[in-house]
Every structure is written in structure tokens, then in C-alpha cells.
């Protein structure tokens, strides 16, 4: 059992590897030993002790991805506070209603936004406001630049927050998932394990730090197991090409995959040092998966996780990795369906959050009597536990009293020539309840709709047949390559209206 401060075991790890590299940045400006981390997040610590920040308190991150903001993560873990990571694309408007829910003591932003926070800020009665840049600049970083490089560790139990993590919900109010420091060091321990990583790795980092994904799954597994990174304060699939050969383990998003697909530099030469490939946050096409493989050699690992849970399942490191399924169960880690399949999956283990902050009635809903969460996906487990999503329960689709998947259709759809991608959604008909629509992209040219249909009504039942193919010139996406569905429903709300 892990308990205590995450923080702690960072520390062990960052005092035994301190000459060794821990981070450095892609274009080469920068680079860090595990030593200069430790210190570095000392500093910032007691930059943050100053501001005062106390174990407990919300952080607030509003930051562009940066070497310093790792140090500041480091840093608020350390100080026994709670980090708030949010994505750089919200709004004043919709920072507010975080900053309104989470009442942090600090709020942290980019150097641009200070006036505009500090006057968010009062409103919402928050004590201090600093700023951190993207190439590490900013008050904050002046502060830490000034402060002792020794700093004493927070004392925090394992069921303590480490993290308030807003769920990307497209519907309703986001929600805040309580993260302890428990949840973040078993599903750290059970990855490193599971994944084989170790000190001889050289991990590609190029996911945003505001999420679980590049957040919690990349930086904590690099630093339990002092592997080192290289730094992309974005995904540029040239300089991550380019970068490969003195690495040997990526994590990424299906965007990541299918871009370095479609750029002619990759070959099987540029990916021959990597070890492992690994794919997560929304579902990575089977197609995909099998032109990596043609192309490189490696077969994707693809695992599945979310924002309330950490990672769930992951296919297997040695045995199969089947395109199109999200693998097995982590260990320690229970998942089940009640009833028929598909059906939503349940996960019960030391991976899965504390509730939603501040609202008990809505984490007493979404826990069973036993206490599973319920995900709110839609999957099936195979009779050897093996695990496949369909999508998600709200996207489900009703047509004259039918249940339709809408991964089964963008399945038979993405295998037509000329679709590159496609959605399908379910949207107001006045004799169906929901009448089924397609919305895809095009990737040469595009068959006529009578014709696109006529075709799929051969392989699917009427009832799964869209009515209507609509060409988008893309998909509408959030940071992680997620679909937003809600978004298509909205647009063509009045389809059949
Ligand atoms: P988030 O909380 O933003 O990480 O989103 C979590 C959601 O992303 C899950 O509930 C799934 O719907 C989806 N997701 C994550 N990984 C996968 C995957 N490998 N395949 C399909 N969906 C995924």
C-alpha cells in the first residue's frame, strides 16, 4: 500500500538519479537532472509558502505548457496543496465558474492574462495571482528564482488531495474530481509495472499537462521511475520524428498517431529505437493501429481511462494487442457490466476518485450501493476480461425504440473509400424520436449520400442505416482528439425538423 505524499517517493528518486537528465527541451534551450528538479520544485515551493499557499488550498493553473510549470506541479504536491490544472483555451468567463467552485488561495496564469485574472480574482475573493510564462518568465518564476533550494515535504495521508481535475463534460456543469495522492501512486506503480518503464527510458512528451493523460499517466510514471523525458511544449510530428531516435517510449492521443502516419519522414528507420507506443483518451481507430504496424513494425498499445479513475484498462505488453479494444482490467483494478452487453462500465479500485468536490448528491449518483463508479461508457468484456468501448451512454442513439451504438456505424462507414472520418449521432425526428445521421470527412473523393447509403444498408440493419451523410471538412475536437458530439448534435439539430 502507497500512502503519504506522492512526493515523497519523487524525492527518493529525483536524491538517487541527481546527475542523471530527467527533462529537456526538444529544440535542446534547456535541460534538467533529476537534482535540478528537486531543487527546482523546492523553490517554487517555498515561493509558494510565501504566497500563502498551506497543505489543503487550491492552486489554480491557467499556464502554457512549460518546463517551469512541471516544477510548479512538483511544487504544489510537495507543499501539500491541491493542483488545479486548466486548459489554456478557457475563457475569463469560464474560469470563472472553476476559480467560484474550487475557491482556490492561488491562482497561477499566463503573463497576459494578470490584469484580467486579478479582476476575476477579487470578484471571487482569491488571495494572490501570479503569472508563469511559456518560456519560463513571469512573477512566479522571479519569486522561485529568489527562494531557498531546500524546502521540508508536506506530511499528507494517502487519502489527501493531490488534485482537482474538471471533467471536460460537453454537457451540464464540469464537474471537480477529487484526486488523492493514493489514487495518483497506485495507478503510477501498477503503469510502471504493467509498461515495463524504467530509467533506461527516454519518454516524448507532447500531450498538454492540464489533463490525466500527459499530467498524471506521463510525468508520474517518468518520475517513479526516473526515466527521462524530452520535452514538446506542443505536438509538432517533424521535431517528434526527429526526436525518436534518442528515445524509446511515446504516450499520445490518436491524433498524434494518425498525423506522424501522414507525414512522409516516418518511416520503420525513424521509429527502430522505440520500444513502446501508447495510446489513450479516445478511441484510436482499428485502421490506425494497423497502418502503424505495416509501417513501423510496432503494434499500439492502446489503454483506457478517465479524469474520475486514472487509467483502467491496458492491453497487454507481452500477448495480444487487438486494434479496436482497450485491453484488460489493471491489477488491483475490478470492472463489470450489470446486465446485458453492451452496457456501461463499472470500475471499482485504488485508482478510482474520492467524489466531486462539493457535490455529494451527484457522487452519491454515480457510484453503485457497492461502490463502483459508473463510467458512463458504453463496452463489452469478452469471457478472458478483455474490454471494448462503444461509446459513450449519452451518445447512445434511440430510433423508434431501437438502440443503436454509433461505433458500429463510423466502423462500417471509415472502411468506405474516400471517408476519412466520421461521427454518427442520433438527432430529433418527428416519427423516429431520433432519426440517424452520419457526419464525415472526406479523404478523396466522396461517393454520392444515395449511393453511401444504399451501400451501408447492405452490411446494417434499417434501423442502423443513417438517414442522412453530411460532409464536414472536419471533425469538431477538443485538446484530446475526443469528438465533440454534443457539438454535431447542436449543429444539425433541425435535420429532419
Ligand atoms: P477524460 O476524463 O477527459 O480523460 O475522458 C475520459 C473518456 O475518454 C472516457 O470516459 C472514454 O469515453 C474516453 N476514452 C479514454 N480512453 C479511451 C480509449 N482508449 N478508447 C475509447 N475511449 C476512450
Redesign the pocket.
Known sequence: MSGGNLYRRFEQVFAAHAERCAIRSADGSLQLTFGDLGRGASRYANALATLGVGPGDRVSVQVEKSIANVLLYLAVMKAGAVYQPLNTAYTAAEVTHFVEDAQPKLIVCDPARQVEMRTLADRCGVFAVVNLGAHGEGSLAALAASMDDRHETAERAADDLAGLLY??GTTGRSKGAMITHGNLASNAETLVDLWRITGADTLLHALPIF???GLYVALNTAFLSAASMVWFDRFDAQAMIAAMPQATLMMGVPTFYTRLLSEKGFTREAARGMRLFI??????LAETHRAFAALTGHAIL???????TGMITSNPYDGARVPGT?GFPLPGVSVRIQGNQPGVLEVKGPNVFKGYWRMPEKTREEFTADHYFI???VGTIADDARVT?VG?ARDLIITGGFNVYPKEIEDVLDTLPGIGESAVIGVPHPDFGEGVVAVVTASGPLAPEAEIIATLSQTLAKFKVPKRILVEAELPRNA?G?VQKAELRRRYAATFG
Open positions: 471533467t471536460s489533463h490525466v493523460h495510446s489513450g483518451s479516445a478511441p484510436l492502446e489503454r483506457y481511462g478517465m479524469t474520475e482497450v463510467t458512463g461508457d468501448i459513450r484530446m475526443k
